[in-house]
């Protein structure tokens, strides 16, 4: 190995540990709400907080996530990933800190709050800070498929896009337990989210100075476009008009395909990730901290998928949608298991449900906004497409929050689950036209790992 290879593969490596452990902590600023929020019904649901307003806090802040992936993806291809990557960091640290300082400001916006017919007052700037730190965290995914798809080749993407999105399942297990110890610490739901706040700007800091934009940023060759993307051998150097940026992918069935199963598997993802500790507490009878700390099984649970199924498309010559129809056969049935079975303090069965919808769902989910989006945008379009894929998906899962909410709040968590069903068999429907669509060899076959 010639030094400029040894030179580029240990700042390859450096650049992945870094995009690795930056959008992990961008979860500890995300998956506190779900952690914290039976602290938060146990405070003030006595003064009417319910698990419906909740699930609006929740669904607002997903609608502005959805809208934000798609402007900041955009955004990531004019500024540059790093810039982007690091300003979400910094500015959710910011509205994190704001979300625990919310009652400091509950009594002046009691009248505002009462006229929209909030019973809590301190709902309001919940809502507001909550909306704008959902915002600036979509800049993560796509700052970080921008430094991906210029840092490595076609014939390792694969492979390194399935080890980042190994960051987010992690990451939100390691905050869930992370966090769910703090809750136990009695230090309560602001204390949940002060910790989150010093965390991810300790993990900003050292990222400042460590990562890079791209291999030229340091005097390294860079690597040509992946072949069969939609914008050719277009390699990202030169700045192009919106409408050039959009069209190729606008006009391709496969990632329309792709963002229509989006929409489910994030749907149901959400789902699970904001109710699973409020769950665990209600039906399972856990406290509050030990909910949170199990709620862990469920991106745990993923992230050993991810592996899986990145060994098994191997293993079938990147044949993606035969992975992702039979994962999602998989898990209408453990869906229909989660409606039926009565699980009133049955804490190993339901974690074990929950786990398995975990491995079922989340292989696919992973695929659609990482791997795949790379492979149809390129160096020149990789975060137009991942923040186009995900704005499809997110725009969904604000039923996640609302919707699903409502359906347990008022029918039960019986029905909310047979609902969560009848979405995935759309979505298994969608997923048996893309893999009739696109044969494993325009897909091409994954990559050994680097």
Not at 175 to 194: C, P, S
Request: net charge positive; hydrophobic share 50%.
């Amino acid at each position: 190995m010639t030094s400029e290879a040894a030179r580029l593969r240990r700042w390859q490596s450096v650049t992945i540990a870094t995009l690795f452990t930056g959008y992990a902590g961008y979860y500890v600023c995300r998956s506190n709400l779900s952690v914290a929020s039976p602290l938060l019904l146990d405070e003030y649901g006595a003064a009417g907080l319910t698990k419906s307003h909740i699930g609006d806090i929740a669904s607002v802040g997903v609608l502005l996530y959805a809208i934000g992936k798609t402007l900041n993806g955009v955004a990531a291809e004019y500024v540059g990933g790093k810039r982007i990557f690091l300003f979400g960091m910094f500015a959710s640290v910011i509205c994190t800190v704001l979300f625990a300082l919310s009652p400091l400001v509950a009594g002046p916006l009691a009248g505002a709050a009462g006229s929209l017919g909030f019973p809590v007052a301190v709902l309001l700037p919940f809502l507001a800070v909550w909306a704008a730190n959902r915002f600036v965290q979509s800049m993560g995914w796509g700052g970080l498929v921008q430094i991906t798809s210029r840092w490595f080749t076609a014939n390792r993407m694969a492979t390194v896009m399935g080890v980042l999105c190994m960051s987010y399942l992690l990451g939100d297990a390691a905050a869930r337990f992370y966090l769910g110890g703090v809750a136990k610490l009695g230090l309560g739901w602001q204390g949940v989210f002060y910790t989150s706040a010093a965390t991810l700007g300790a993990i900003g800091c050292v990222s400042f100075f460590v990562l890079k934009n791209r291999p030229a940023d340091v005097g390294l060759p860079e690597p040509p476009p992946p072949p069969g993307n939609v914008y050719g051998d277009d390699a990202g150097h030169e700045k192009i008009s919106l409408r050039k940026l959009l069209a190729p992918l606008l006009g391709s069935g496969t990632f329309w395909l792709v963002c229509s199963m989006n929409v489910g598997l994030t749907l149901i993802r959400e789902t699970f990730n904001l109710w699973n500790p409020t769950y665990l507490k209600e039906v399972v009878k856990l406290d509050a901290g030990t909910a949170g700390m199990a709620s862990l099984v469920f991106p745990l649970a993923g992230a050993c998928a991810a592996v899986f199924a990145g060994w098994l498309v191997d293993r079938l010559n990147g044949r993606y949608g035969l992975v992702v129809v039979s994962s999602l056969v998989g898990l209408v049935l453990v869906l229909c298991l989660f409606a039926w079975l009565p699980l009133e303090g049955q804490t190993w069965t339901a974690l074990a449900l929950i786990g398995a919808v975990a491995f079922f769902l989340l292989a696919p989910y992973t695929f659609c906004s990482g791997v795949l989006a790379v492979k149809l945008g390129g160096q020149r379009g990789g975060s137009t497409a991942a923040g186009l894929i995900d704005t499809a998906g997110y725009l969904g899962a604000t039923l996640a929050g609302s919707g699903i909410g409502r359906i347990a709040q008022h029918y039960g968590w019986s029905t909310a689950f047979g609902t969560l069903a009848g979405v995935a068999v759309v979505t298994m429907l969608v997923a048996a036209v893309y893999a009739i669509r696109t044969p494993s060899q325009e897909q091409g076959k994954a990559p050994q790992s680097p």
